[in-house]
């Protein structure tokens, strides 16, 4: 086990190396650096500035300087905000950001995997139909349209919830975003989960349970689900990667001051240090939740731990 | 003795495997249903702006956020208070305004006399049309000006500025759809190469190339994309190129997978035999018996491709105005929400509907190619 996490932990590394490599090298390089945004600069004042921000010291240096700010977790002044570090504006939306997309999680897998275990035990029936439909028009509609369209209905129409912002965090304020980040998610769960449980009740050691007289929702729950969950656990990685993209969407239809909120602003104003501080922070974040779920699933399932 | 002599048949007509999966692809009704609307809807999209009576950009500045109507404007009750704006901008006062079916008849006086040209004014208006002097007083101080109520139809209404949201849509459609084939090419060639390549080279080479293929399946590509054009600014063929070289990796790996499995077929070991070079091996005897699954990719990639471009639009990082794409669309319509929401509604009936198709014709296509897999 110990070498098993020790390989994951080992080919992560490269990857985390290349992302930071790659956004120091697109900031250096994109057209147009970032003080002559508005208006050019008289050569003294360019010098001054270059000086300060340490952009006329060779690019080898620069380089160093910057992987070891990455690893104290400096990322650069931001270019647009001008008062505050990046840092700093990711300290301050990543909160947000972590509600939602915790919520949103939940909501998917505990969710998913009801639907899918329903589906299930009903299998070809009308119930089964019914709910793999929605699955399918949830998988479908992407969130940019789910979203105002969930806002249309319940917030504008019908007042049960409120249109946008973070408010106070209450039920009535997150309820929607949470709705529309979660929902791809929860149909791909439950479409992962039916057919695993499908396979799960068909199993020789569910019908050895059913045959010892144990009542059916133990047989369910804790025979056949168990060895159904592993797509569920497998697929958790990507999950958290959509609800991170998807993220970037839902903050900025419902006005949530997330970091993907940051990101698109960032992204339109052209702030490169705060675009690739974002970009670092997210790739980073989802290559730890894939190597937590790799170690997740080595724990529950024996087999690819040997392998 | 009989002399009927034995009846020649004709030869029976093999049925390859592609018309066998082309059968079942038939058959499925959905994937029918799919195709049916699929073609529907891309002949809406490409033929379209020829023939529809508005250009996109065509802006009616009487008409913005008007909402969607099967009966053409303007509306009767309107054109007086136009009539009376077109004689307040040419410094006259309407005496008289009547309207007989599509013909207008109006009257105007002034305290000086009036310049004939006047009719300019009213030709302006988004509303009236071939406006001519009929009569004038002796004096020049009245004038009776005659013309046509010019009709427009917005079946599904006017955007914020004024533009008719139908041709909008189907400009919008066809960006849309050129881009997600587009890129699905660019995906197709670099992950259609790649794979050949390592599969069929085999050795260390393969691994190294799959590796690199893991690495770069664990960044978080979107964000790269966004990156990208944010950075080097919003052009058309950097959009599809860019799109393009994300969803390559799923198609390398497909195709290596079928070049593992081809490459101890016989066919290829007498090819090699012949002297063949393993550029040529891979070009004319691989790579065509790839086919079948990357054409079910294919239809799977090129929703996802749309997805993703409508995705860059709705962020504002797509094609330039006045050239729009579904998901520009649909963000405008988003924005518009509470006092517009034909400009939210229209666009993602669309936008559902394409993408559905297209789904359920990569399911049905999947099918047709590999019945087992049902």
């Known amino acids: ?307 | 003795m009989t002399d009927a002599a034995p009846a020649i048949r004709a030869p029976i007509a093999g049925r390859s495997l592609t018309h066998l999966a082309f059968d079942r692809l038939i058959r499925n009704r959905a994937s029918l249903a799919s195709i049916v609307v699929l073609l529907a809807i891309s002949a809406l999209y490409i033929f379209g702006p020829a023939v529809a009576p508005h250009s996109y950009d065509q802006v009616f500045e009487s008409y913005v956020r008007t909402p969607p109507s099967l009966d053409p404007y303007p509306r009767a009750d309107t054109l007086k208070q136009v009539m009376t704006d077109v004689a307040l901008h040419a410094r006259v006062t309407l005496q008289d305004f009547t309207v007989d079916g599509q013909t207008f008849r109006a009257t105007f006086t002034s305290p000086t006399p009036i310049d004939p040209r006047v009719t300019r004014y009213v030709d302006r208006t988004d509303e009236f049309d071939a406006s001519r002097v009929t009569g004038a007083a002796a004096d020049g101080l009245s004038i009776a000006v005659e013309g046509v109520v010019h009709r427009e139809y917005f079946p599904m209404g006017t955007d914020g500025n004024g533009r008719d949201l139908f041709s909008r849509i189907m400009i919008g459609g066809r960006i849309s759809l050129t881009v997600g084939i587009l890129a699905t090419l660019v995906s197709l060639v670099i992950g259609v190469a790649y794979g050949a390549v390592s599969g069929f080279v085999g050795g260390p080479t393969d691994n190294v190339l799959m590796r690199i293929v893991e690495i770069l399946y664990s960044l978080p590509f979107v964000f790269l994309v966004i990156v990208l054009v944010v950075f080097f600014g919003r052009n058309f063929i950097l959009i599809f190129v860019a799109i393009g070289a994300i969803e390559w990796l799923d198609m390398a790996r497909i195709v290596r997978g079928q070049t593992l499995s081809l490459k101890r077929r016989e066919f290829v070991a007498a090819a090699e035999a012949m002297g063949l070079d393993t550029w040529s091996l891979i070009r004319r005897h691989i790579i065509p018996n790839t086919i079948g699954p990357v054409i079910v990719f294919v239809t799977i990639l090129v929703p996802r491709v749309i997805l993703l471009e409508s995705f860059l639009s709705f962020l504002g990082l797509g094609v330039q105005e006045p050239l729009t794409s579904l998901g520009a669309l649909i963000a405008e319509g988003a924005s518009n929400m509470q006092a517009a929401p034909w400009l939210l509604i229209f666009p993602s009936i669309f936008f559902v509907t394409t993408l559905f198709a297209l789904n359920f014709l990569g399911d049905g296509l999947r099918d047709a190619f590999d019945p087992r897999d049902r």
């Open chain 1, 1 to 307: 086990m110990l070498r098993f996490v020790l390989r994951r932990l080992l080919s992560a590394v490269p990857t985390i190396f290349i992302v930071v490599s790659l956004s120091f090298f697109l900031i250096r390089f994109a057209p147009g650096g970032p003080f002559n945004v508005e208006r050019a600069l008289p050569p003294q004042i360019m010098a001054n500035l270059m000086r300060a921000y340490r952009l006329d010291q060779p690019l080898a240096t620069q380089y160093l300087n910057y992987l070891w700010n990455v690893l104290h977790l400096d990322f650069g002044p931001s270019y647009i905000y001008r008062d505050f570090s990046v840092t700093e504006l990711i300290g301050q939306s990543l909160p947000y950001s972590l509600t939602l997309g915790t919520f949103a999680l939940l909501i998917a897998v505990v969710g998913g995997v009801a639907v899918g275990v329903a589906a299930a035990l009903r299998q070809n029936g009308p119930v089964d139909y019914a709910l793999m439909s929605v699955a399918t028009v949830g998988l479908t509609v992407p969130n940019f349209v789910v979203g105002p369209v969930l806002s249309l209905i319940f917030a504008v129409m019908l007042h049960w919830a409120s249109a946008g912002g973070w408010g106070q965090g209450g039920p009535r304020d997150l309820v929607l975003p949470i709705i529309a980040l979660a929902l791809p998610q929860l149909a791909i769960f439950a479409r992962l989960t039916r057919g695993s449980m499908i396979e799960a009740l068909r199993a020789d050691h569910v019908r050895t349970a059913r045959a010892y007289g144990l009542p059916p929702r133990i047989v369910i729950v804790v025979h056949a689900l168990r060895g159904a969950l592993l797509p569920v656990v497998t697929y958790l990685a990507p999950a958290a990667a959509a609800v991170l993209t998807g993220s970037v969407v839902i903050e900025t239809i419902f006005s949530i001051p997330g970091v993907g909120r940051y990101f698109v602003t960032g992204a339109l104003n052209r702030d490169y240090t705060l675009v690739m501080g974002t970009v670092v922070l997210i790739a980073v974040f989802i290559i730890v939740f894939n190597l937590i779920v790799d170690l997740l699933y080595a724990a529950v399932d024996p087999r690819v731990r040997y392998d």
